[in-house]
């Protein structure tokens, strides 16, 4: 371990972000006390095993917990460092929710001591910082705090956020450079070096509303970009003009760069933080807002497509209903390479289509069963298997469906340009 300032921090939330962070710290040497309301979570970890699916997240869960570095509970403890990463979804009207948040703050107060460093390290709106000072405060009037007390603040807060990628991130934890928005310069020092334990980028200073604000434009900045591929692909599809091509010549540009288009962007990320930007001003974000409008339109317009092939084939054959319909709808995962599910575009297509009463078979090769909510006219396959469709529906750009030879592409919709 790099620095003995912290030698037991307790980590809330326990998810895709928490859980790789507690385990990390806990594989350099120091107690992690892991914290979820989840307690088949906790159970699951204080088995060694993981509850989330990311690339050698089991081994490295099994090995702290064998060690006894990292444990979990359903309640914290006293330590020298709380990390709060919880989820911050948004509320129907696309409001940000600060619930999961306020209820950390709360669950954690009680054990503060002088000289403790709070860090928020989920994605919020620009301010939730400040809320989160403000909720400590409100729990604990015997502390001081940076928003009364500034360098002399008995608690250090500051705001982190992650910026990892699923499916890299146990490499991105370490090798990516942090944002650290300290509420004060000391909070920021103090957050420096406790990811110094074992970040290798940079921990650059700033303060904490910038580093929310850092955080939104990110990922604001490629869902624009996304939008503009996925506008693009609209556009070609009616004039008649392979989408594919065209970027690939286009990105021949010096100073050209655009993105892939696809069914709609997918995740728990792009999707929710440019409405964070919006919430807050919404006068002035009109082309965040618009980028977010663009990509959730693509799914409907994919579910658009495939009804008119649908209907092309029902008038070829005129003895057949919808009902026997088969789409061959390849992946379900949120973008290629993976198996998570959440959030998908991919998923959500091929469940409104069998909605629709059209036979599904699902080709998803990196998971072994379907979602308890997908069963009925969805059947699973194999990509082994023979397979016969009237309709043939690539969602998502696994590496394996590149292989993949169509004998008839007036039957396919390539949502990911992968056989041009
Ligand atoms: N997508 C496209 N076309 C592209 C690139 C992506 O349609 O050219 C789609 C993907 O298929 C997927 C969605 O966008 O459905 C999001 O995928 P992604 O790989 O762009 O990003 P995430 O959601 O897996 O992770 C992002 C990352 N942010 C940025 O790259 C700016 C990651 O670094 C963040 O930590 C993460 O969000 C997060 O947790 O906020």
């Known amino acids: 371990m790099k620095n003995s300032q912290f030698s037991h921090i307790c980590v809330i939330g326990l998810g895709y972000i ?37 690339p050698d997240l089991d081994m490295l869960v099994r090995d702290v917990v064998a060690k006894g570095t990292l444990s ?22 696309h409001d940000p929710d600060l619930k999961y948040i306020e209820a950390a703050s709360k669950a954690l107060a009680p054990f503060l001591t002088s000289g403790n460093l709070v860090i928020l390290e989920s994605t919020s709106p620009v301010g939730a910082t400040e809320q989160m000072a403000e909720w400590l405060s409100q729990a604990r009037p015997d502390l001081s705090f940076p928003q009364q007390a500034g360098e002399q603040a008995d608690i250090r807060i500051a705001h982190c956020p992650e910026r990892v990628l699923p499916g890299k991130v146990l490499q991105e934890l370490i090798s990516n450079d942090r944002i650290v928005g300290g509420m004060t310069a000391k909070c920021s020092q103090a957050a420096c070096d406790l990811y110094n334990v074992f970040v290798e980028g940079s921990c650059v200073t700033t303060n904490a509303r910038t580093a929310e604000m850092c955080k939104l434009t990110e990922n604001s900045f490629r869902d624009v970009n996304i939008a503009f591929a996925n506008e693009l692909s609209m556009i070609c599809d009616k004039l008649n003009i392979d989408v594919w091509e065209l970027i690939a010549l286009a990105n021949r540009h010096p100073r050209v760069n655009i993105l892939q288009p696809g069914p709609g962007v997918g995740g728990h990320c792009i999707a929710v933080d ?37 209907i092309e084939f029902l008038q070829d054959h005129p003895e057949k209903s919808v009902k026997d319909v088969t789409i061959a709808c390849y992946g379900l995962a949120f973008k290629p390479d993976i198996d998570d599910l959440r959030e998908s ?20 090769p990196n998971i072994d069963k379907l979602p308890e909510d997908m069963q009925g006219n969805i059947k699973l396959i194999g990509l082994d298997e023979n397979i016969e469709a009237d309709i043939y529906l690539i969602l998502v750009d696994h590496k394996v469906f590149k292989k993949i030879k169509f004998k008839d592409l007036s039957k396919v919709i390539d949502t990911k340009g992968i056989i041009s």
């Open 18 to 54: 928490g859980l790789p962070t507690a385990a990390t710290f806990a594989a350099h040497g120091v107690t992690v006390t892991g914290v979820d309301v989840n307690e088949y979570a906790v159970d699951m970890i204080n088995q060694g095993k993981v509850h989330i699916v990311e």
């Open 72 to 93: 979990a509970q359903t309640t914290p403890v006293a330590a020298d460092a709380y990390i709060v990463a919880v989820p911050t979804p948004f509320q129907g009207n």
């Open 274 to 310: 440019p409405w964070f930007i919006v919430a807050k001003t919404p006068d002035e974000a009109q082309l965040i807002r618009t980028a977010r409008e663009v990509n959730e339109s693509k799914p409907e317009w994919v579910i658009a497509k495939v009804n008119e092939k649908v």
């Open 345 to 364: 575009p991919a998923l959500n297509i091929t469940k409104k289509l069998a909605q629709q009463g059209l036979n599904i078979l699902a080709i998803e």
